[in-house]
């Protein structure tokens, strides 16, 4: 029989959503630095802010293909008043022009391309009407508007990224500009991932009657690693206390564990039993729906993330709560216009799916937190906090999937 739950727990029983991120990465171990190649650091995090090694561009250089010229010989340019420019040489990126542009005269210039000394403007080869090889005729006035200035990107020393920030592929190409080929980043937290429950079944197995196969377990997973986790997969367990503790027990090396299923208020969620009677409890219950019945402790030393059994609870409380806590990103939000009603709950903040289009959000039909397509079709969590409901036509948060 499951233990019953204390009348007066010494945990904390239905905390908030940003409780529950503090909670959980207050068990997590301090980010602990490694240098690897910018090759390898795709999605990983900055563990020490980033400086310019050089500046960007490192010459002032021209943004198009064109002519350098003093903008002055230019200016009574215009639709039927041509300018002639003697053409004293070119500047191509890595070939600089190495004189001087004098009155009268211009380069003819490529995109990133440097400007040469005396030149002030760029004039766009659309706009040029050759006049021999060794001179042009310039349609309208040069601009410099059309000049990059050296270090107008970045400068060197100049810190450009900081610690904690995310290596997207454009920033990693970023990094490689400021002139780094190694970065320091954070060591990959490794994570341990168990699902529970005599119901559940590998993809690919006839299913009996009652049945589910586990999508739990490869859709966290996927979210794990795409939060820059290594992921130590320990499979499944039944509903058997001793089975799951010896599951448990093969998570050696783990920073953290994260299970879905056996957390709710069933004779059968013995992951709830483990942890109230031979582990630790930090929290249990979160004041969310879906996903209500998410749990955290400890076991033997071991971080435990209980989440939910239901697809869309499970994929949801990571989502919402241990995905930022594993990053330390704070989760990305947008205001858009309600085109349907939004409904709240008294006590909870809701996060139903909604469909985006054209700068409105619409409430999904069916937001069981069974129906798993409800994830893949719209992509979006509308969030409504406790007791305000969301009316058609106000703003409300989105947060996308």
């Known amino acids: 029989m499951p233990s019953p739950v204390p009348s007066e727990p010494s945990f904390p029983m239905n905390v908030s959503v940003p409780e529950a991120r503090t909670m959980l990465a207050a068990l997590l171990p301090d980010p602990v630095a490694e240098t690897v190649a910018v090759a390898d650091a795709a999605g990983r995090f900055l563990f020490a ?3 310019a090694r050089v500046s960007h561009p490192s010459a002032t250089e021209s943004a198009l293909d064109g002519i350098a010229c003093r903008e002055a010989d230019t200016v009574t340019a215009g639709p039927g008043t041509p300018v002639r420019l003697l053409v004293v040489g070119e500047s191509r990126a890595g070939v600089p022009f190495a004189g001087r542009v004098g009155p009268g005269e211009c380069v003819r210039i490529y995109t990133g391309a440097p400007v040469p000394d005396g030149a002030d403007a760029i004039c766009p080869v659309e706009q040029l009407q050759d006049d021999g090889p060794d001179a042009v005729h310039a349609l309208r006035p040069a601009s410099g508007a059309d000049i990059r200035l050296e270090g107008g990107d970045f400068r060197t020393g100049e810190v450009v990224m900081h610690a904690g920030t995310r290596l997207t592929p454009a920033r990693l190409a970023l990094a490689v500009s400021l002139g780094h080929a190694q970065v320091s980043v954070r060591r990959r937290l490794r994570v341990a991932l168990l699902s529970t429950g005599d119901e559940v079944r590998e993809p690919g197995t006839a299913l009996a009657p009652g049945q589910v196969y586990d999508s739990n377990r490869y859709g966290l997973a996927a979210m794990l690693r795409e939060a820059g986790c290594d ?12 089975r799951l503790a010896e599951r448990i027990g093969a998570a050696g090396g783990a920073d953290v ?4 299923g056996g957390v709710s208020m069933g004779k059968y969620d013995f992951m709830r039993d483990l942890l109230l009677e031979q ?3 930090s929290f249990w219950k979160v004041r969310l729906r879906p996903g209500g019945p998410a749990m955290l402790g400890g076991w033997r030393g071991l971080p435990v993330f209980g989440l939910p059994g239901n697809p869309v609870s499970s994929l949801v409380v990571f989502q919402v709560i241990v995905r930022p806590a594993l990053t330390g990103e704070t989760p990305f939000t947008l205001r858009l216009r309600a085109a349907t009603p939004f409904r709240a709950l008294p006590d909870k903040t809701a996060y139903w799916r909604g469909n985006i289009e054209g700068g409105t ?25 406790e007791g ?7 703003d409300v948060e989105v ?3």
């Open 399 to 401: 947060m996308l999937f």
């Open 231 to 242: 992921v130590l997969d320990l499979g499944h367990a039944p509903d058997s206390p001793e």
């Open 361 to 385: 959000v619409s409430d999904y039909p069916k937001q069981g937190s069974g129906v798993l397509r409800s994830l893949s079709d719209t992509g979006a969590l509308v969030i409504v906090p």
């Open 257 to 260: 564990l994260l299970t879905s």
């Open 388 to 394: 305000r409901p969301v009316q058609v036509g106000e």
């Open 49 to 51: 802010d980033l400086e």
């Open 279 to 281: 582990g630790r409890v």
